[in-house]
């Protein structure tokens, strides 16, 4: 069973550009969850979502940041008009459910340099 | 999530066992205690959970204070590979799904 997949690995983006980040989850996960891990930071929420929705988004910045993950395809995050402070590397986690259990498996993280 | 403390750094010799510790005096009834790591260039890792009970498995032991205001990660014989940090995280599922990570400890081995 593969684990977590995230492309690409390293992404450099000049500024003003589009960052487009995808990750596949786990066979058989359903539940997808972005984190980003700003330089000598620890790591941080973004985003929570299900297939075709949205859970919750209380982490993203207001602007310039989205994601979805469709019926069909990878969770994708984009990132418009990347700014220099966006360099960080972004992890995806993946989990069945979200019982009081639950485990989040980590894909190994795209790192994001704008120059 | 409520807060957890943890030292900032820890070291290890490789083969001996290791004692990372981890304050929550604030944790409340339904908080599970889970602890995850990451390797350098790595994604995190869970390696262990539990609520009241100490826990084992094949990565590690969690020993949780009878109070709960506190536990301990416990690595029965460090490798090198076991050079990481080390989040001890607090989760409430009533306040939300996402992992609230820490600093951390950073657990540096020895050979």
Redesign the interface.
Known sequence: NAG?MQNPRHLVRRRGQEARLRCSPMKGHS?V?W?RQLPEE????MV?LQKENI??E??MPKERFSAEFPKEGPSILRIQQVVRGDSAAY?C?SSTN????????????TRLTVL | DAKTTQPNSMESNEEEPVHLPCNHSTISGTDYIHWYRQLPSQGPEYVIHGLTSNVNNRMASLAIAEDRKSSTLILHRATLRDAAVYYCILRDYNAGNMLTFGGGTRLMVKP
Do not use: C, E, R
């Not at chain 1, 620890?42 to 929420?45: A, E, N, V």
């Not at chain 1, 639950?102 to 190994?108: A, E, I, K, N, S």
């Open positions: 977590v539940h969850y984190y620890g790591l941080k929420f929570y859970i919750d209380s982490g992890f986690a979200t019982g009081m259990t639950d485990t989040q498996y980590f894909g190994p993280g």
